[in-house]
């Protein structure tokens, strides 16, 4: 009997189900051919669900989300949604799964094959073979500190949001990063604000404390999150993991993004609970939707690295081999194609990829 790994899809919004029906097209292939199954759940969220149901996140979808073995997220939100506020907003639909499946940390992998480098907006030479990894803490910090709120009148109205972290929440995170630069290259970044905000000078007293009782043989060191995203594109070469906190993890991901030059190539696994979330960094894009432009390659990495996790390193492999074929062999869509490369729409970069990576079997 071949194995069988229960998936809820998550489309959401704008060209969430676009990618997310070529890396359902991709995986069925590798799967097929590497003798496991599939069997997909595919449910409401973010703008889509508060259409149906009036809610961005539906108990019952949690709950479908909890029974399986991994969930894949296309992206949620749009204008069409954007007058919505608190917990009606389609992103605050991502933020409860997110929470409901203890998935504290996102780990948010940037490679640049030597292919790609001439696609960066930065030099060649800064980019080629870069190898970075983020690993963003998802479930706390100011998305979710109490207290929340706006207040009074005219120029007197007032709105707040708290970022706070406890040692636990710091730890347990930080764990993940140093674990992952031990099976990397050895070298941990935590990136904070601790010239000014107490929460960040915690976050640095913990990392330090941990690194020194139980990761000594890690390198580690400490950038101002204004620093780091200065660093980010002037010399990204320096960086193996790093670490950090909820919101600046959020630009700082997106500023990486320069390097391979599309937030189309970007995926991430939300990992830490019992079940994982496998999401592409980039959003809906609205300007974009609808028009078969959406490079899926995030979407479709993001699902290798749910392979991964599912312990189907040899299907996930032969994905990312695929998708560095078809990058190889100059194939882009429009948000990364330039003179000398080949146009290819969303559906047409997914049918390569699959045969790329049937052939990498
Ligand atoms: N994980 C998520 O669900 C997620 C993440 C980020 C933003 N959002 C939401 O998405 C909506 C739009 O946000 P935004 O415009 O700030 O960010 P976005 O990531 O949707 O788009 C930013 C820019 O990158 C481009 N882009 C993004 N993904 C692409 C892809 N796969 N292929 C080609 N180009 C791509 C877009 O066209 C746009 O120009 C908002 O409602 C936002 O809250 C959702
Ligand atoms: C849509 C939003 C809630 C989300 C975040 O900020 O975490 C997105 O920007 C991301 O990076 O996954
Ligand atoms: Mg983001």
Redesign the pocket.
Known sequence: MSKTYKITLLP?????PE?IAESVKVLDAVSEKAGFALEYTQQNA?GAAIDAHNDPMPDSVVETCKASDAVL???????K??ALTGAMR??SG?LKIRKELGAFANLRPVTVPASLAENSPLRPETVAGLDLFTVRELTGGIYFGQPVGTEGEGDDKKAWNTMVYSVGEIKRVARVAFEWARKRRNKVTSVDKANVLEVSRLWRDTVIELHQAEYSDVELDHLYIDNAAMQMVVNPRQFDVILTGNIFGDILS?AS?TLGG???LLPSASVGGPVGIF??????????AGQG???????ILSAAMMLDTLGEEAAANAIRAGVEKVLNDGYR???LWREGNTLASTTELGDLVKEAALAAM
């Open positions: 959401g919004d704008g060209i969430g990618v973010g997220l296309g992206a949620v939100g749009g204008p949604w954007d389609p992103e991502l997106d993004a599309s937030l189309g999401e592409p960094v980039h959003g809906s894009a609205p300007d974009i432009k959406a490079n899926p390659i995030a979407m869509s429009g948000d």
